[in-house]
């Protein structure tokens, strides 16, 4: 039996704004927010689920066909990618947030990855 009745594991509810579906209230309020601070200059180029990629697709080597043709070797592993709920332009610089209600270990292993391979510290809200 579950404790919970909502079925989502973090008990989230998906919220619609502007058209976009967000995974959480507090997301979509964000997104508001920073709408807001778009709209009066204090940020700029607000983007929504960006994707970084922190480990590439692993794959087999390449084969070449019997015509001549390359044939992609098979996939062994799939990239391991951080998707940012917001990136934004503050100050110059480039801001990568992250709207949390729960640290989940894999949150905190790509977050610490974001830091080793782009320079990047999430800003979580």
Do not use: H
């Not at 976009?20 to 997301?27: G, L, N, Q």
């Not at 994707?51 to 080597?61: A, N, S, V």
């Not at 503050?90 to 320079?119: A, S």
């Amino acid at each position: 039996m579950r404790w919970y009745s909502s079925g989502r594991k973090y008990r989230n509810t998906k919220t619609v704004v502007d058209g976009m579906e967000f995974d959480s209230r507090k997301e979509a309020k964000r997104y508001q927010e920073l709408k807001l601070l778009e709209q009066c200059g204090e940020i700029s180029d607000l983007r929504c689920q960006e994707k970084f990629i922190l480990i590439p697709t692993q794959r087999e080597p390449d084969i070449i066909g019997v015509r001549g043709g390359i044939k992609k070797g098979k996939v062994i592993e799939k990239e391991c990618a951080y998707i940012a709920d917001f990136v934004y332009i503050q100050d110059g610089k480039k801001v990568v947030e992250d709207t949390k209600g729960f640290r989940t270990k894999d949150y905190i292993i790509k977050r610490k990855l974001m830091l080793y391979f782009y320079g990047i510290t999430i800003r979580e809200i």
